[in-house]
C-alpha cells in the first residue's frame, strides 16, 4: 500500500500465507488489529485490489493496525480454492497469528465479505470482533451467514446502487430478516470506481463511533 508496508509469511492451513501489514503512525492511539479479506480469487482477487487497499488506509487513519492477505492459491499463497470454505480458515488463521487477543475488527469485500461474515460466525460465542465492515458482499453468490443481532451495532455493510456483480436487491434480501441496515451509495457499482474517498470516508466514520 505504500512504502512502510510489510511483507511477510505465516504458516496456514494450507500452507504459507503471504499478508500485508500496514500500521498507524507510532504517534497515534492504537486501537487494535484489523483483518480484510479480498475478492473472489478467480476473478483476480487479490489484497492488492483498490478496495481492500481503501478498507486498510480507513483502518490506519483510524488507528488500526491492518492487516491484508492473499488467500489459499493467490499470489504467494500455498495451496488451491476452496470455495470459501478453505478461505475462512486461512482467515482464522491470519486473526490467530496476528490478533490473538486484543482489538479485533474484520473487513471484507465481495467474496472476502462472505468469507468475512462466515469468521464472525464461527468466532461467535468466544471472539467478537469490535468492528465488522462488509463491502458488497456477495449476496447473491454465495450463502452470507447472518451477522449476530448483538453486533448489528458495530457492524457497517455498505453497497452499490449500481452494482453488477452482486445486486443490491440480494444484499437487501439478506438484510431485511436480520433488520440489519445497508448504507447504499446511489449510483456506484460494484468496484465503486470514481467514489473510493466516499467509502473511505463511511469507513472511517463508523470506526469513529463508540
Same mark, same amino acid.
Request: proline share 8%; charged share 15%; aromatic share 8%.
Given at each position: 500500500?505504500?512504502?512502510?508496508?510489510?511483507?511477510?509469511?505465516?504458516?496456514?492451513?494450507?500452507?504459507?500465507?503471504?499478508?500485508?501489514?500496514?500500521?498507524?503512525?507510532?504517534?497515534?492511539?492504537?486501537?487494535?488489529?484489523?483483518?480484510?479479506?479480498?475478492?473472489?480469487?478467480?476473478?483476480?482477487?487479490?489484497?492488492?485490489?483498490?478496495?481492500?487497499?481503501?478498507?486498510?488506509?480507513?483502518?490506519?487513519?483510524?488507528?488500526?493496525?491492518?492487516?491484508?492477505?492473499?488467500?489459499?492459491?493467490?499470489?504467494?499463497?500455498?495451496?488451491?480454492?476452496?470455495?470459501? $470454505? /478453505?478461505? @475462512?480458515?486461512?482467515?482464522?488463521? #491470519?486473526?490467530?497469528?496476528? &490478533?490473538?487477543?486484543? *482489538?479485533?475488527? +474484520?473487513?471484507?469485500?465481495?467474496?472476502?465479505?462472505?468469507?468475512?461474515?462466515?469468521?464472525?460466525?464461527?468466532?461467535?460465542?468466544?471472539?467478537?470482533?469490535?468492528?465488522?465492515?462488509? $463491502? /458488497?458482499? @456477495?449476496?447473491?453468490?454465495?450463502? #452470507?451467514?447472518?451477522?449476530? &443481532?448483538?453486533?448489528? *451495532?458495530?457492524? +457497517?455493510?455498505?453497497?452499490?446502487?449500481?452494482?453488477?456483480?452482486?445486486?443490491?436487491?440480494?444484499?437487501?434480501?439478506?438484510?431485511?430478516?436480520?433488520?440489519?441496515?445497508?448504507?447504499?451509495?446511489?449510483?456506484?457499482?460494484?468496484?465503486?470506481?470514481?467514489?473510493?474517498?466516499?467509502?473511505?470516508?463511511?469507513?472511517?466514520?463508523?470506526?469513529?463511533?463508540?
Amino acid at each position: 500500500m505504500n512504502s512502510r508496508t510489510e511483507y511477510l509469511f505465516l504458516a496456514g492451513p494450507a500452507g504459507l500465507i503471504e499478508i500485508a501489514i500496514d500500521r498507524p503512525a507510532l504517534d497515534a492511539v492504537q486501537r487494535g488489529t484489523a483483518v480484510i479479506a479480498h475478492p473472489h480469487p478467480l476473478f483476480g482477487g487479490t489484497m492488492q485490489n483498490k478496495v481492500v487497499g481503501t478498507l486498510a488506509r480507513a483502518f490506519v487513519q483510524s488507528g488500526w493496525t491492518a492487516v491484508r492477505f492473499n488467500f489459499r492459491g493467490v499470489g504467494k499463497s500455498e495451496g488451491g480454492h476452496d470455495n470459501g $470454505v /478453505g478461505e @475462512a480458515q486461512d482467515l482464522l488463521a #491470519v486473526i490467530e497469528a496476528q &490478533a490473538p487477543t486484543g *482489538p479485533l475488527a +474484520l473487513a471484507g469485500f465481495s467474496f472476502g465479505g462472505f468469507v468475512t461474515a462466515s469468521a464472525v460466525a464461527q468466532l461467535h460465542g468466544h471472539r467478537e470482533p469490535e468492528k465488522i465492515i462488509l $463491502v /458488497g458482499p @456477495a449476496t447473491s453468490r454465495f450463502p #452470507v451467514p447472518p451477522v449476530p &443481532a448483538e453486533l448489528h *451495532p458495530r457492524t +457497517l455493510v455498505i453497497h452499490g446502487e449500481q452494482d453488477e456483480t452482486v445486486l443490491l436487491q440480494a444484499t437487501l434480501d439478506w438484510a431485511r430478516p436480520q433488520f440489519l441496515p445497508v448504507t447504499v451509495i446511489p449510483g456506484v457499482e460494484h468496484f465503486f470506481h470514481g467514489q473510493l474517498n466516499l467509502l473511505k470516508s463511511l469507513v472511517v466514520r463508523h470506526l469513529s463511533q463508540a
